[in-house]
C-alpha cells in the first residue's frame, strides 16, 4: 500500500491541478487512458483540426457566388487525418513524460475504483491510500441500444476522424453539437450525410431563433430526418441499413452514432464512499467539494456543461481550494459560452428566450443580420444573424450569434455579461471600428438599446 497526499483522477483538466505549488506534496496521477483526455485526444482539439479544413472547403466551392472561380476538388483524408494524430499523440506523449519525470508525481496507469473514502484500489489488486482526492474522470461517449448495432460496424466520435478514406454516404444518429459538427466535417469533403434526430429540431438546447434558423440551413446539405429514430440495424451487401420508426430505411457507407456522452461517476466505485452521485452526476458545492470533505470533483463527473473551459475553470477553483482550505474561492456558472463549429458555426451565452420566459423574466430582444452590416455585404450574407436578451434596464441576459466567426463575436458579449456592461454602454460607449463584422454585434445592442432603455422626461 503506498500513502499519497493528494491523488489525481484522470488527466484532462485533472492535470492542470498539479504545479510547482505542490512540489513538497507527494501525488498520485490516476490514467487508465490516454494523457490529456477527451479534448486532447478525441475531442475539442482533433475535432477543431477536421473543421478548419472542412471550413476551406466550403470558402473555396462559395467563390464563384462572389464573382470568384474557386473550388473545392478534393480532400487528401489520410494525409489530414495522419497530420491531426500525428500533433495530438505528440502531445499525449509529452504530457504523460512531463508526469512520469517529475520525483513527486507517480503516474498510476490503470483503471482505480475507491474501496473507501481513503483508499483506491487498482485492477491489479494494488491499493493506494491518500489524504486528498480530485475526481476528474471525465465521460464517455453513450450509445442506445439499437436492435443489430452490436452486429454492425459503426463509429462513434472517438472513432470516426480515424477512417481510412472519406465515406460517399453516411448516416449519423443525433441531433446535438457532436452531430452537427461531423455533419459538416464529412458534407464538406463530399460525403452524401443523413441526420436522424428523434426530437423536432437539431441542437435543441440552443435559442429557439438559431434552431429554427439551423434547421433550415441544416437542410439545404443534408438529408435530416426529424421526430424519428432507429428501430433496427443491419448489413446488406456493402451497405450499412438503418431502419427508422417512420418505416423508412437508409443507406450508408459508415453509420455515426453520436447519442451523447455519459459521466463516468458510476465507473469509480463511489458507491463505497461518502461521495454522493445524483442523476448519474458526482454532487458537489460550490467549492467543487463533493459530500466527503478531503474529495472534490470537476468537469463531465460533476457537471452537464460537459466543456472543456468549464472543467479549467473548476480545475483553478480546486487548486486554489486545496492549497488555501481557510481561504476558498468558489466557481462561476453564470456566463458559461458555448460553440458549435458546424456549417454555420452557432455560439451562445446567457439565457435563451425560452429560458427567459420560463423563469418569468420581463425581457426584450433584438437582432441584426450580418447582410445588415457593410462586412456582411461583401460577403453577400443572407441567413445569418446576432440575437440579444436584455433585462429593461438594458442589462444583457444573452447573446446568440448564428453564422461565420460566431465564436469570435461572442467573446465580447461574454465579457459585457461577465462585467455586467449595459448594453447601451457597450454599443456607445467604446469605438467599434469599421467595416468589420463585429458591427452586426453594434447594431444589434443599439438595436435593443432602444427597445429597452426608458428616455428621460422631456
Known amino acids: 500500500m503506498t500513502h499519497y497526499d493528494l491523488a489525481v483522477i484522470g488527466t484532462g483538466s485533472g492535470n492542470m491541478i498539479v504545479n510547482r505549488r505542490f512540489a513538497d506534496w507527494r501525488v ?46 478534393g480532400v487528401r483524408w489520410t494525409d489530414l487525418r495522419d497530420r491531426v494524430f500525428a500533433r495530438v499523440e505528440r502531445d499525449e506523449v509529452a504530457a504523460r513524460a512531463y508526469r512520469e519525470q517529475q520525483s513527486n508525481v507517480d503516474v498510476v496507469t490503470s483503471r482505480c475504483t475507491f474501496v473507501d473514502d481513503h483508499t483506491l484500489r487498482t485492477a491489479a489488486g494494488e491499493r493506494i491510500t491518500a489524504d486528498k482526492f480530485v475526481i476528474a474522470a471525465g465521460s464517455r461517449v453513450s450509445v442506445p441500444d439499437v436492435p443489430g448495432l452490436d452486429e454492425v460496424e459503426h463509429h462513434t466520435s472517438d472513432t470516426v476522424m480515424r477512417l481510412d478514406e472519406v465515406p460517399r454516404r453516411m448516416t449519423i444518429v443525433g441531433g446535438g453539437y457532436v452531430a452537427a459538427e461531423f455533419a459538416h466535417v464529412f458534407s464538406a469533403f463530399g460525403t452524401e450525410v443523413t441526420v436522424v434526430q428523434r426530437g423536432p429540431v437539431l441542437v435543441k438546447h440552443m435559442d429557439e431563433d438559431v434552431c429554427r434558423r439551423f434547421g433550415e440551413l441544416a437542410a439545404r446539405q443534408w438529408d435530416v430526418r426529424l421526430k424519428t429514430e432507429p428501430t433496427h440495424v443491419r448489413r446488406e451487401g456493402g451497405d450499412i441499413v438503418v431502419s427508422l420508426s417512420d418505416g423508412d430505411e437508409v443507406h450508408s457507407d459508415v453509420l455515426l452514432m453520436a447519442t451523447g456522452r455519459a ?12 461521495v454522493e452521485v445524483r442523476d448519474g452526476l458526482v454532487v458537489v458545492d460550490e467549492h467543487q467539494r463533493t459530500t466527503v470533505e478531503h474529495i472534490w470533483a470537476l468537469g463531465d463527473v460533476c457537471n452537464r456543461f460537459q466543456l472543456k473551459h468549464v472543467a479549467n475553470h473548476e480545475s483553478r477553483v480546486v487548486k486554489h481550494n486545496l492549497l488555501h482550505p481557510d481561504d476558498p474561492i468558489a466557481r462561476d456558472h453564470r456566463y458559461v459560452p458555448s460553440t458549435i463549429f458546424t456549417s454555420p458555426q452557432i455560439a451562445a451565452v446567457g439565457l435563451t428566450s425560452q429560458q427567459a420566459r420560463e423563469q418569468d423574466i420581463e425581457h426584450v430582444t433584438a437582432t441584426c443580420d450580418y447582410g445588415d452590416v457593410a462586412y456582411g455585404w461583401a460577403m453577400e450574407d443572407e441567413d445569418h444573424f446576432v440575437k440579444v436578451l436584455a433585462d429593461t434596464r438594458g442589462d444583457l441576459l444573452g447573446a446568440h450569434i448564428i453564422g461565420p466567426q460566431s465564436s469570435l463575436l461572442l467573446q465580447p458579449l461574454v465579457q459585457a455579461l461577465s462585467f455586467g456592461t449595459n448594453g447601451h454602454q457597450m454599443a456607445r460607449e467604446q469605438y467599434w471600428a469599421h467595416p468589420i463584422l463585429a458591427e452586426v454585434v453594434e447594431n444589434a445592442l443599439l438595436r435593443l438599446a432602444r427597445g429597452s432603455v426608458p428616455k428621460s422626461p422631456s
Not at 473543421?51 to 474557386?70: E, H, K, Q
Not at 459521466?263 to 461518502?274: Q, V
Open 28 to 73: 498520485a496521477i490516476v490514467e487508465e487512458n490516454l494523457f490529456g483526455g477527451t479534448c486532447l485526444n478525441v475531442g475539442c482539439i482533433p475535432t477543431k483540426m477536421f473543421v478548419y479544413p472542412a471550413d476551406v472547403a466550403r470558402v473555396a466551392a462559395d467563390g464563384p457566388r462572389l464573382g470568384v472561380d474557386t473550388a473545392f476538388t
Open 263 to 274: 459521466s463516468n461517476a458510476d465507473r469509480l466505485g463511489l458507491e463505497h464512499t461518502g
